[in-house]
């Protein structure tokens, strides 16, 4: 498997996109202002992430999805690691990433790729999302805000 920016000829894998934020506009949004990277085994696109720089010398992940048969097979570790790795490479201080107040693996996984939480953005999926969410039998209200120094 390898992970590669997404070329200018090649379409996002929107399928994959959806899956980490339900709200097709908002992906719409970050994938024209950010840089889209792809796993991809024997061509077929297995994961994606998005890096979308917000203020001076800073960096979030702003999506992170595997395909549903390849999850829990160390994927969503790999393309997080690869995040951190590219935005030190390119210059910046500071990564962020922000996940629901539901999405437990999420956050064991973030953290375990070294993300520290920050703050609390409450009501923060009451403020964007006209439907409410459900996860792990909980609704997604508020998120998580996560961040680590490259
Ligand atoms: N308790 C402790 N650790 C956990 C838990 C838990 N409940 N759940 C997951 N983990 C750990 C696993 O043990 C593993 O760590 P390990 O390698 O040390 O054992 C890690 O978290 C998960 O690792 P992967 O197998 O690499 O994860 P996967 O390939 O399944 O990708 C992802 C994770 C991207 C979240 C995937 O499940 C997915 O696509 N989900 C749907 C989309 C989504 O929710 N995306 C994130 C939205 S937030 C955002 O995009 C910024
Ligand atoms: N994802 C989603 N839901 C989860 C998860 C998870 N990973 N883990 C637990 N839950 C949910 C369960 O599904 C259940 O909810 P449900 O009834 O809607 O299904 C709930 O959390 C757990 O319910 P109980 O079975 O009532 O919990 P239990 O009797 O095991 O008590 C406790 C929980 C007190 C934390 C117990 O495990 C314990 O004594 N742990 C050791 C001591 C400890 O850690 N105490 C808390 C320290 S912090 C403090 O004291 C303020």
């Known amino acids: 498997m390898e992970i590669t920016k997404l070329t200018s000829h090649e379409q996002p894998p929107m399928d994959l996109l ?7 506009s908002l992906v719409e949004e970050y994938i024209q202002r950010g840089q889209c990277y792809v796993a991809k085994a024997e061509e077929l696109i297995l994961g994606v992430y ?15 999805a595997v395909d549903e048969r390849h999850q829990g097979q160390g994927i969503g570790k790999k393309l997080v690691n690869h995040a951190i790795e590219t935005a030190r490479q390119l210059g910046y201080k ?3 990433i922000g996940t629901g107040n539901s999405s437990i693996g999420q956050l064991a996984l973030y953290q375990k790729c070294g993300f520290r939480m920050t703050w609390i953005d409450r009501d923060f999926f009451i403020r964007h999302y006209d439907e409410p969410i459900y996860e792990n039998g909980m609704q997604v209200i508020d998120m998580v805000r996560l961040s680590q120094d490259l």
Do not use: Q, Y
């Not at 959806?18 to 097709?24: E, F, H, T, V």
């Open 94 to 96: 500071t990564i962020e």
């Open 50 to 64: 998005v890096l979308l720089p917000t203020r001076p010398e800073t960096v979030e992940i702003v999506n992170v």
């Open 18 to 24: 959806l899956l980490a934020d339900p709200s097709p």
